[in-house]
């Protein structure tokens, strides 16, 4: 009925059917469900909702409208906050209670308004950039709600603040976002094109980025032809480093991806999980039976959920409801899986105890690589402790009601060709097998990730760790020498030929500074020599100088960069000054 009273026939994606009618009999309750969820129907039926109100479209329309103004009730967050602002501003109250008609608060003029005020603040992020000797690039694409990838650029680098007498204050390390960008080529070439057109749009040069960011996608992080290989080609040493807490539980969820056995588990960990919440009685059975230790998880591929999930499942074990499930109770019942849960939660503890680190807001690479370094040593540790890890799972199993031992499968046959001089030795004692098929190749398969993953760190770590301070301290004068002098190689066009004199210099002049912070940062180093003994800059110049869309999309980034940027813009946003203030703002781009 409503589509067809007030089914607008002129539109592009009407459908004749549901106005002149149809006879596709068979098909009819298909095609009604996939009518009622179309942009027509719902359009229609709002027409015909306001018609049987004895509504005027007219009369709605002006309603809706009305809503929008100031002084109305849900007029909506902006209008909102420039009401409560006028409160305590008296030149913007007498603009907003005036007579006059024009208040400068329309759609259009709040667009502009942020569009101007987020500009400004895009360009004092952009001068600290070009001021900055160096830079680092951290790039994400997310889908927005209407399904439009939307790349966010973050900029990182260094500032130095000054007093009046231009004498440094403070080094201070910023993260600055610079706006959504609507992308519409996903592959590596597509980004690349946007992502070095966004910068070179801002006035920024590649040549001075240091560092990329990226998640691990293939289209990231290619070593052939992903983003981070073709920014590297513009600039060698903008080194590609994944974030290093996430790219860790990568590490994981490649070894549970990669043995059958483990993926079951996990399979059976989830399955577990889906039939006690599928269920309020159930899982209120579960919560008042055991209320001591952690409730059952969801898993999630890539984050430290899955070291909860493992961690819950040996408080949440035993409980009646699994006779309901004799399947998943089955798969359970063996001590195959419960030597899986002992294994499970020893290498996921080994990794989130260093996750948890990295995720520290003071951590620098350096310290990061030490952490990663511990993971490599922990892993090939645990390599060895499969005995003990058996004894756990033994005395685990006891508790449970399982029997400690593994079931004796019959093997499998495997034909024999007929130039084979050797029968197949395929492992037959069941413990044997799941030591070498399970539990070796998951310990080895994270352990070669954690090196894989994270080569651009280790990298990183390797060039400037001796700039560290307790290296500074420990380091002999030849060791010195080479690791600087391969740095101002590597960096020949930052570094002059002299710095590693310079470095041994520095050592040698401000030893007693150094041991003060002996268990400090690079940033520690840094601060020490700019802030507190600045004046040694002068005569050690360790670095040379560097040569110096639609308005909805520019709203999306303006309010996002206002948003993340709040600092910067103060209360900028909303306090517009004097009525010519306001038409000056328009002016101004």
């Known amino acids: 009925m409503p589509c067809w009273l007030f089914g607008e026939r002129r539109s592009a994606c009407h459908n004749s059917a549901w106005t002149t009618g149809i006879n596709d009999w068979q098909g009819l309750s298909r095609k009604i469900k996939e009518h009622e969820h179309t942009r027509s129907h719902m359009a229609a039926c709002v027409v015909y909702d306001t018609w049987q109100g004895h509504q005027s479209i007219d009369e709605q329309i002006s309603a809706e409208y009305k809503k929008k103004k100031l002084g109305e009730i849900n007029n909506g967050n902006f209008l909102s906050v420039i009401e409560l602002l006028g409160r305590y501003d008296p030149i913007l109250q007498r603009l907003i209670s005036s007579e006059s008609k024009t208040k400068y608060l329309s759609p259009q003029i709040q667009n502009e308004i942020i569009s101007i005020m987020a500009q400004k603040v895009q360009n004092k992020i952009v001068k600290e950039v070009h001021d900055a000797e160096f830079y680092s690039v951290i790039i994400d694409t997310t889908q927005d709600i209407s399904k439009v990838d939307q790349l966010s650029q973050v900029l990182r680098y260094v500032t130095i603040s000054k007093d009046e007498n231009d004498t440094p204050l403070e080094v201070k390390i910023h993260e600055s976002f610079t706006g959504f960008h609507a992308v519409h080529d996903q592959s590596a070439s597509g980004l690349e094109k946007d992502i070095v057109g966004l910068l070179e749009k801002k006035g920024i040069s590649v040549n001075k980025c240091r560092g990329q960011g990226y998640d691990g996608a293939a289209t990231m992080s290619g070593v052939y032809s992903g983003l981070q290989k073709r920014i590297s080609d513009r600039e060698s ?115 989130n105890v260093v996750s948890q680190s990295l995720q520290k807001q003071n951590v620098d690479i350096l310290q990061a690589s030490e952490y990663l370094a511990g993971v490599s040593q922990s892993l090939a540790a645990l390599r060895g402790e499969f005995q003990s890890l058996k004894e756990s799972a033994q005395d685990l199993a006891q508790s449970w009601g399982i029997s400690p031992t593994f079931l004796q499968k019959r093997a499998r046959r495997t034909k024999r060709h007929f130039d084979e001089l050797c029968e197949d030795e395929r492992l037959l004692d069941p413990e044997e097998h799941f030591k070498v098929s399970v539990f070796y190749q998951t310990v080895d398969i994270a352990i070669t990730q954690v090196t894989r993953r994270f080569s651009g760190m280790q990298e990183v770590a390797r060039r400037f760790g001796f700039l560290c301070p307790r290296e500074l301290l420990s380091k002999s004068d030849n060791d010195m020498y080479q690791s600087a002098s391969a740095l101002a190689e590597q960096y020949s066009d930052d570094l002059s030929a002299d710095f590693p004199d310079q470095v041994l210099a520095l050592r040698q002049a401000l030893e007693f500074a150094i041991r003060e912070i002996k268990n400090g940062s690079i940033y520690d180093l840094a601060n020490t020599l700019i802030i507190k003994h600045n004046s040694i800059l002068s005569s050690l110049k360790l670095i040379k100088t560097y040569l110096r869309s639609s308005m909805s999309q520019e709203r999306l980034s303006g309010l996002a960069i206002l948003s993340i940027e709040n600092k910067r813009g103060g209360l900028m946003c909303f306090r517009y000054g004097t009525e010519q203030d306001i038409l000056q703002l328009r002016k101004i781009k």
């Open 237 to 351: 040493n903008a080194i590609y480093i994944h974030c290093a807490s996430h790219n860790l539980n990568l590490v994981l969820n490649d070894a549970c991806q990669n043995v059958t056995k483990v993926k079951e588990f996990y399979d059976s960990v989830q399955k577990l999980y889906v039939f006690f919440s599928g269920s309020i009685k159930r899982w209120e059975l579960l919560e008042t039976e055991f209320k001591a230790g952690p409730t059952l998880k969801r898993l999630c591929p890539t984050h430290h959920t899955r070291h909860d999930a493992v961690r819950s499942l040996c408080f949440r074990f035993k409980d009646e409801e699994c006779a309901e499930a004799e399947g998943l109770k089955h798969s359970m019942e063996n001590f195959e899986f419960v030597l899986q849960t002992v294994i499970q939660g020893k290498l996921l503890e080994t990794v």
